[in-house]
Nanobody
C-alpha cells in the first residue's frame, strides 16, 4: 500500500507565495508521474502540474509562469512552488502519485489534500 501526504497549504494574500510538498511512502518499487490537482468548492478536480521521473513537466495554462513543479526522486517527494498567487488559485490541492509497488503491481494514489486560500 502506498501513502501520500501533502503539506504546506495555508492562507496567503494575493501576490504572495506558498510551497506545497507531497511525500509518498510505503510499498514502492518505482514512481512514474507525480502531480498536483486543484479542487475548488462546487467545481471539478483540475490538473495543475505534473512531472515525470525524468523531469518532464506539464502545467495548466492558468498557472504557467507562476507555478513550478519539482521532485526529489530519492525522497519520493514532489513540490509545488506557487508565486504571484491569485484569488482564483484558492482550493484544495491534491497530490497524485502513480507507479509500481514492491509487489510489481501498478498503483495510483491520492493524498487527502491541503487547503490553499488566497484572500486579502
Amino acid at each position: 500500500q502506498v501513502q501520500v501526504v501533502e503539506s504546506g497549504g495555508g492562507l496567503v494574500q494575493p501576490g504572495g507565495s506558498l510551497r506545497l510538498s507531497c511525500a509518498a511512502s510505503g510499498s514502492i518499487r518505482s514512481i512514474n508521474t507525480m502531480g498536483w490537482f486543484r479542487q475548488a468548492p462546487g467545481k471539478q478536480r483540475d490538473l495543475v502540474a505534473t512531472i515525470t521521473t525524468y523531469g518532464s513537466t506539464n502545467y495548466a495554462d492558468s498557472v504557467k509562469g507562476r507555478f513550478t513543479v519539482s521532485r526529489d526522486n530519492a525522497k519520493n517527494t514532489v513540490y509545488l512552488q506557487m508565486d504571484s498567487l491569485k484569488p482564483e488559485d484558492t482550493g484544495v490541492y491534491l497530490c497524485n502519485v502513480n507507479g509500481w509497488s514492491a509487489e510489481v503491481r501498478p498503483f495510483d494514489s491520492w493524498g487527502q489534500g491541503t487547503q490553499v486560500t488566497v484572500s486579502s
